[in-house]
T-cell receptor, first 110, second 110 residues
Framework: DMKVTQMPRYLIKRMGENVLLECGQD?????MYWYRQDPGLGLQLIYI???????SEGDIPKGYRVSRKKREHFSLILDSAKTNQTSVYFC?????????FGPGTRLTVL | QQNVQQSPESLIVPEGARTSLNCTFS?????YFWWYRQHSGKAPKALM?????GEKEEGRFTIHLNKASLHFSLHIRDSQPSDSALYLC??????????FGSGTKLTVEP
């Protein structure tokens, strides 16, 4: 069964702190994604990674950066988190057009 | 960038009803069209996809696509309480990027 994992599942940070969200997949998918989901806004693409060290900005990259040093692992970093980055973050990987999502990380920035 | 709009925002139907969810998109060159379903607190999961004009049926679910009208829809026959979820339509202009609508929240009452 195809599986995408995310850690941590819940995180509370103070404004200005750094945040690291981690994502893993065991399917050797080349393409991976980071989204955020806010009520009424659907899923907004933050970054897309086509493979190791091959990353592109999505629609809302400001305030975020990513790292992909191994195909199975994709990280989202928030340097100096802001309160408007409070959201649910989803990681996904894709195969033949279908995207497989992780369980999400609920991030609260106080 | 695609503009993907869903209607209605929310819908309450009785068990056994036929439910219709709508999605419009802005780029007529889009190639692939998806419906994802997200139960409360869970990850989005692909439900169905369609690539060419017409209709595709899988069990109680049917997708209609009309590229000329920039519209596709999801129809659920004999709706069940377990169908209660957020339904997200998505448009894929190429094999790697999905643009999501903001979702329709469906509630099926027993």
């Amino acid at each position: 069964d195809m599986k995408v994992t995310q850690m941590p599942r819940y995180l509370i940070k103070r404004m200005g702190e750094n945040v690291l969200l981690e994502c893993g997949q065991d399917m050797s998918h080349e393409t991976m994604y980071w989204y955020r989901q806010d009520p009424g806004l659907g899923l907004q693409l933050i970054y897309i990674s086509y493979d190791v060290d091959s990353n592109s900005e999505g629609d809302i990259p400001k305030g975020y950066r990513v790292s992909r040093k191994k195909r199975e692992h994709f990280s989202l970093i928030l340097d100096s988190a802001k309160t408007n980055q409070t959201s649910v973050y989803f990681c996904a990987s894709s195969l033949q057009g279908e995207q497989y999502f992780g369980p999400g990380t609920r991030l609260t920035v106080l | 960038q695609q503009n993907v709009q869903q209607s209605p925002e929310s819908l309450i139907v009785p068990e056994g009803a036929r439910t219709s969810l709508n999605c419009t998109f802005s780029d007529s060159a889009s190639q692939y069209f998806w419906w994802y379903r997200q139960h409360s607190g869970k990850a989005p999961k692909a439900l169905m996809s369609i690539f060419s004009n017409g209709e595709k049926e899988e069990g109680r679910f049917t997708i209609h696509l009309n590229k000329a009208s920039l519209h596709f829809s999801l129809h659920i026959r004999d709706s069940q309480p377990s169908d209660s979820a957020l339904y997200l339509c998505a448009v894929m202009p190429n094999y790697n990027v999905l643009y999501f609508g903001s979702g329709t929240k469906l509630t099926v009452e027993p």
